[in-house]
């Protein structure tokens, strides 16, 4: 099981499955929206998430665990992206493109969008280990799928990693 924590003890736990179909359907809407330097750390911590690399039941992180910011603008802004990253993916942005149905996707978006918007990042007491630092922003496109990859971790997307 892998664990996605928001605050007051909420949390989203999926099975191995669950978490891959949760990375893919957010990965494709936060690769459409993303334009600003935290938009791209946040797509670098997704890619972290690929079970195919990291390992199965060892993925997860925290909305508290997470830098969103110096400033209340900054933090809003980053807020607000991952809320549009999360309805966009709930309007089933691409999916169309999936070698599968994704199972239970919109009940994990609904349930972790429901987390973001009740979360606080001022409450947040960042980890310096979770979200990859600006130097390690996913920048780079997979020209085959059409997503951010995990560069500079490895040299992949997290399709090309599922083998799709």
């Known amino acids: 099981m892998n664990t996605f924590r928001g605050a007051d003890g909420r949390y989203l736990r999926m099975t191995n499955g669950g978490t891959a179909v949760f990375v893919d359907v957010l990965m494709l809407a936060v690769s459409s929206l993303a334009h600003a330097p935290w938009d791209f750390r946040f797509a670098a911590l997704l890619t972290l998430q690929d079970q195919n690399v990291m390992g199965r039941g ?75 630092g ?15 990859d995990a560069l500079p971790f490895w040299e992949a997307c997290v399709f090309c990693t599922a083998g799709v």
């Open 58 to 132: 060892v993925v997860g992180f925290g909305l508290s665990e997470l830098d969103w910011g110096d400033t209340p603008q900054e933090r809003a802004a980053a807020k607000d992206f991952l809320l549009r990253a999360l309805d966009l993916a709930l309007s089933r942005h691409r999916w169309e493109e999936l070698t599968y149905e994704p199972p239970h996707a919109e009940a994990y978006l609904r349930t972790y969008r429901s987390m973001v918007e009740e979360f606080d990042p001022a409450t947040a007491k960042a980890d310096p280990d979770v979200l990859p």
């Open 134 to 148: 600006p130097q390690e922003a996913a920048m780079a496109s997979c020209v085959r799928h059409r997503v951010l």
